[in-house]
């Protein structure tokens, strides 16, 4: 994993890791492009499989998007097969809160905004800290067990229950 241990920028030769136009690039989506340092947007953390930087418009007064560094849709459109991406993102998020100095990390809130409420079709795990100091309107923007976000957790338990009968 190529990560930069401080707080900084990820010191890393992007170049390597990026999927230019090939698979799992699509032109026109800005996660992806953001994700291949093409933006100039400041990356906290970049490896092979995502991608962590703020948010332009922060929910919180710690507002990051981790996503993956290839186009993998929406939540919606995951399988059982993407558990550990989903996994691998709050690990991320969880780092860079710590590296943050966030260090209650009960105050937290890890989650995705449901289709049609995506502004952008590229999958991106919101973390936001403290979850105390959201506002009105973010708390009702990511707010848990709503029509239009679910929390890691509940995205997680959903796709490790697809495919089994109930």
Same mark, same amino acid.
């Given at each position: 994993?190529?990560?930069?241990?401080?707080?900084? +920028?990820?010191?890393?030769?992007?170049?390597?890791? &990026?999927?230019?136009?090939?698979?799992?690039?699509?032109?026109?989506?800005?996660?992806?492009?953001?994700?291949?340092?093409?933006?100039?947007?400041?990356?906290?953390?970049?490896?092979?499989?995502?991608?962590?930087?703020?948010?332009?418009? +922060?929910?919180?007064?710690? /507002?990051?998007?981790?996503? +993956?560094?290839?186009?993998?849709? &929406?939540?919606?459109?995951?399988?059982?097969?993407?558990?550990?991406?989903?996994?691998?993102?709050?690990?991320?998020?969880?780092?860079?809160?710590?590296? &943050?100095?966030?260090?209650?990390?009960?105050?937290?809130?890890?989650?995705? /905004?449901?289709?049609?409420?995506?502004?952008?079709?590229?999958?991106?795990?919101?973390?936001?800290?403290?979850?105390?100091?959201?506002?009105?309107?973010?708390?009702?923007?990511?707010?848990?067990?709503?029509?239009?976000?679910?929390?890691?957790?509940?995205?997680?338990?959903?796709?490790?229950?697809?495919?089994?009968?109930?």
């Amino acid at each position: 994993m190529a990560t930069n241990e401080s707080s900084g +920028p990820a010191n890393v030769d992007i170049s390597k890791i &990026n999927v230019g136009q090939g698979e799992g690039y699509d032109k026109k989506c800005i996660f992806c492009k953001v994700a291949n340092n093409e933006m100039g947007t400041e990356l906290l953390h970049v490896d092979e499989e995502v991608s962590c930087f703020r948010d332009i418009k +922060p929910g919180a007064p710690h /507002h990051y998007l981790v996503v +993956p560094t290839r186009h993998v849709g &929406n939540c919606k459109s995951l399988s059982k097969e993407h558990v550990s991406l989903v996994e691998k993102m709050v690990e991320i998020g969880m780092e860079i809160l710590q590296k &943050n100095s966030v260090l209650d990390l009960s105050d937290v809130r890890f989650g995705f /905004h449901w289709p049609p409420f995506c502004s952008v079709s590229h999958l991106h795990l919101h973390v936001l800290a403290p979850a105390s100091q959201m506002g009105f309107m973010s708390r009702l923007f990511y707010r848990p067990n709503s029509y239009w976000f679910v929390t890691a957790d509940q995205l997680i338990q959903q796709l490790n229950s697809k495919g089994e009968t109930n």
